[in-house]
């Protein structure tokens, strides 16, 4: 179903946008179902379906969030707080700090702060669109629920995924005009890694990116960014700091000794128990009766991390070893080692949420389909270590129209949210549109059928072959038809060709290379025209306690 601002459906989703000021009016909004571009688990998710209420805490509505507030209060130890300010303190000491983010690491002493989070790749210069998202979510969610709830106060929190070692996945981005590329070899935790040949992508994006009154003002935060800063996570500290900083967003690189301390006890039972691969096994079978599994656990989910490299552990018999062949332990060196350097134990993705809980007071992750599916393998391991798993939300989802790219498209008959639509949909549709005496098919088909029916019904008095016969001419007379059905809209398109070339333009203009804008778009092919507003459109526009696709007409 495609919803129309004025159309009646609209109410039923009670969707934000269309309560407020009329100069954002023009816009869509559709649940992940409606959209035709999520996963059926997803889906489920967001509309509460009973085959996924095992496997979640509590669902994402505003009445769950005081009791998990109460119940995290309960099952996180107050200790934490110091060691994770402390740690906030130390990473934000050669960065300017606004009042708005430093009052909030100051509130994370008190017992009745709690976290919203979300968490990104370093993905170089924010990556796709999809990450401002993320963060706008969870700003706007954590200011939502402080105001109603303001006995408690939540704060929004990035976790930067510092430690993860795939380079090839957070070395490009993309705009309008082509893909930036950071060559290197893959190696190590990017957070570590080294701006080495950074200043040469500025100049390449510089002869990529159109001319706009925020130009200057772009290239200045990515030179202050990437040139001033030695190692990826410092640079990326600095550039989500300068964007969100203001609204009070605490950004944490937990590759950090005294973190990773607070996560010893769990990181002894992976080594000695695997706890995790058995509880998150039987959780993904279960799951698997009616959902895809999105990610496979090993009988250890941990990596040895060095300053050079990132590599898998295994335990052969009685001893450990890394996959590279260069480190080997018994069982009591293992241990001992991890007391001693906790530093050097990296969890994997399917670790990493429990050593997200168990540091941060949190109640909410906010995160993508990709990410929330495999949370969802977690409850039961979640249990198995007493540790309160959060409130899930999926982070609401936009695509951007301008008002040039509407303009035309308003032309066409379309509506935004056709948009979504698969460009051949759209193109039949129009070439409906383009002539009014175009032959009724579905009439012939329906007469074709009237017709056989009638030989059919005489068929059944008569020789077995005689029915044979019927039924195969009728397949032969459907397929002529088909056919010419084909052919008619060949000469519709060849007639029409200008007109639907120019729709697969601004399709394309929307829809890059035929990708979700969201997933391949980098954020400064807006901000070069609209700087701050970028950000003041998306707050504006998209209601946190909601889990939509919203596409909004700039």
Known sequence: MRLNLM????KLLNCPIFTLNMMYMSSDCLTFRETNRFSKLICDYTESHPDLMPYFNRPFHFES?????????????????QVLVDVLKQQYENISITSATSDNIDALLSDNTFTVTTGHQLNLFTGPLYFWYKIIDTIKLAHHLSSQHPVNKTIPLFWMATEDHDFEEISHFNVTKGRIQWDGINKGSVGRRSLKGLSDLIDVLSK????????????????????DHSKLSDATRFLVNELFGEDGLVILDADHPNLKRLFVPFLKDELL???????????????????????????INLFYLTQDSRVRIERQGQVYVTTCGQYRWSENEMIEH?????????PNALLRPLYQEVILPNICYVGGGAELAYWLQLKTYFESQSIT????????SALLVTEKQWLKWNKFGLMLADYLLPLDDLTKRLIVQFDETRPNFENLYEQLDAQFSVLK????????????????????????LQNLEKRWRRAQKKTHAKVLERLKDNFLQVNPEGHLQERYLNFCQFYVDLGPKLKNHLFSRIDPMYQRFYILKL
């Open 7 to 10: 159309s009646p459906e609209v």
């Open 65 to 81: 969030f005081l009791p998990q507030m109460t119940e995290k209060s309960l099952n996180y130890y107050p200790s934490n707080r």
């Open 208 to 227: 990529n990116l159109e001319n706009g009154p925020h130009r200057d003002d772009l290239f200045t935060l990515f030179e202050n960014a990437y040139s």
């Open 273 to 299: 128990h695997q706890t995790a691969f058995d509880a998150i096994e039987e959780t993904s079978a279960k799951l698997a009766t009616h959902y895809h599994k999105q990610v496979n656990p090993r009988r």
């Open 338 to 346: 991890l007391e001693s350097h906790p530093e050097h134990f990296s």
């Open 389 to 396: 798993f959060p409130i899930l939300k999926v982070r609401n």
């Open 457 to 480: 019904d005489h068929a059944k008095s008569t020789d077995p072959s005689f029915t044979s016969a019927v039924e195969a001419q009728m397949a032969k007379q459907t397929k002529g």
